[in-house]
């Protein structure tokens, strides 16, 4: 597979620090976003561990199956959590920190999502726009269930509580996505602070309007900053430029962002 | 421009201000370490003022950093440290809100048209574009000073354009907008980012564009899970998720919390040293995981998660489970813990809050004994009335 990718990180309008963090590593076809939590700069060290454990953890997927890649994707996740929940007991000041993690892995025409959290990964597909992941938040499983609708679920009292996150139970469940890409795809990883500002279409028409993966993902930065920027926003954007020849091996070892 | 100092105001009129502890100092701060000249404030233009250490070694602190040798920029709201002393920087001119405690009463600000601002991304600090053009240099008559090698005297001017404010490159080493050098003036646009040399400076236009509802809370405070049992939503114009009625009361019998009645709201609840569980007792004795409660199909349990010093119900050490009855006590390490359970009606006794007589039969068992009485009675009736047949 032939992608070109690009990412940032920036710390929003509102908030005097940036407890996101993320991997981009183009050549391996690894790509992270986690958005930390917790007062006292604990959020940014939840969400750089796990981006350094899941990385590490990850290791080759070259010439695993499906269940294998899935399986050692999970294991990579809650290791991180382990780690991470580890340290809220030992550490005084790192009670309560914890992380959302997506984690998206390409290989052979394929992409492998981990996904804990209300971080999303969306792919838009000749002018449509598809979340890929689903939000591991109060509000989500309401509207799953039908007790609210979308709408509703925008302005809830429980809007900002997540149900699944890395860092602040002994064990975490991550969901895992398969799917195929194909040429002229455009995959995005986000934080909330890019999600909650802009809605889908306004992603959807950046998406599809910059061609540049580097110039889609500052101009998505800047648009929620114009709409108030009230979180840490944080995005990468892969285009798959071909699905016959390669520049994306499988997993080399990973370098931060 | 104005110095506040112990409630009193110095103004800082063209030409220097001398601060220190010497016979030329207008402002004179008396402590350790303040010298003869200390400090020299110097306005180079109305509203415009800068500071200089008067003497080489001399210590000065701007809102905490120390200062080097070269003059510094002072801006409206600006905290000067002297020798362990504070020096408020204030420009009338400029003042809105934010007065400075025992000045004067504060001018009603005018309805001023918001003005735009930089902000730095390396300290935070504002500049308000309150100049046209507004010139970005190390030029210290600059509107916004940047000290670096990297940059030019006038690097940059901020110009009125149509709409709001454009960019215009004047330096040698370029202006970046979005991490993109520019080569023609560039309108700038709400959250842009402006490199001048090595710093970074937000622009933010006078007003924003809306946020999508609802966005400032969603994105306010991420928390994992619920705290409360999970009750049917609140309807949407509910502000804030209502409490749960709890289940149960634990009243502080010894401990840090002393007579504080924590109340149970989960059908599960953790407690323990822990700031993360559902009850936090703070106390050395208690270990971080350090108990389990549970209802357990209507019967209350007490689970010890395997604590450094134990949990004991009624004086008896809880191995496993150990059920509680309303009234128990219990004590984990050095706390004790009075159980007052809430699910089952159990009422207690006004005026008497310890000891199991405080604890008054339940509303159910009252009912029970009606139903004794009842029945003695209804027995009673029925064997009159097989002694009058009889007889």
Known sequence: ?257 | MELDYGGRRYPVAVGELVIGSGPDATLVLEAAGIRARHAIVRLLAPGMAVVVPGEPGAEILVNGARLGPDPTPLMHGDKLGIGGLEVVVSDPGRAGATRVQGGPAPVPPSPAVPKARLVSLTDGREYVVDAVPFVIGRDATANLVVESDLVSRRHAEIVAAPGGYSVVDLSSNGVLVNGRRISAPVMLQQGDVIRVGDADFRYHRAEIEAPPPGADYRLGNTVVGLKAVRRPPPMPDVPAPAVAEPLAMLLVKRGQRKGERIPVRTPVTNIGRGEYNDIALPDASISANHAKLQLKEGIWVLTDLGSTNGSRVDGEAVNGEMTLSPGAEIALGQVTLFFEPRDRGVTRVPGTETGRQAVRPAPGRQAVSVRTALLVLGVAVLLLAGYLLLR
Do not use: W
């Open chain 1, 1 to 257: 597979m032939k992608i070109s990718c690009a990412g940032n990180t920036d710390v929003g309008v509102v908030r005097s620090g940036n407890e996101d963090s993320f991997l981009l590593n183009c050549a391996g076809g690894l790509f992270i976003v986690a958005d930390g939590m917790g007062g006292h700069a604990a959020g940014e060290v939840a969400s750089e561990m796990a981006v350094q454990i899941v990385a590490k953890e990850l290791g080759s997927l070259r010439g695993l199956s499906d269940a294998e890649s899935a399986s050692r994707m999970r294991s990579a996740i809650r290791k991180a959590n382990a780690a991470i929940f580890e340290r809220t007991l030992a550490e005084h000041d790192k009670r309560g920190m914890g992380t959302t993690t997506t984690v998206m892995v390409l290989f052979s025409r394929r992409y492998l999502i981990g996904q804990v959290g209300d971080s999303r990964a969306y792919l838009l597909r000749e002018g449509d726009l598809l979340q890929l992941t689903k939000d591991h938040s109060y509000v989500q499983e309401q509207v799953d269930a039908g007790l609210l609708t979308p709408e509703q679920a925008r302005t809830h009292p429980y809007s900002n509580v997540i149900t699944r996150c890395v860092g602040a139970n002994e064990d975490v469940a991550p969901d895992i996505y398969f799917g195929n890409l194909e040429r002229g795809d455009v995959v995005l990883l986000a934080s909330d602070g890019l999600t909650g500002m802009l809605e889908d279409q306004q992603l959807a028409t950046i998406m599809g309007a910059e061609e540049n993966p580097e110039t889609c993902v500052n101009k998505m930065i800047a648009d929620a900053n114009r709409r108030g920027g009230l979180d840490n926003i944080t995005a990468i954007v892969v285009r798959v430029d071909d699905v016959e020849a390669q520049n994306t091996g499988e997993m080399p070892t990973a370098k931060s962002a």
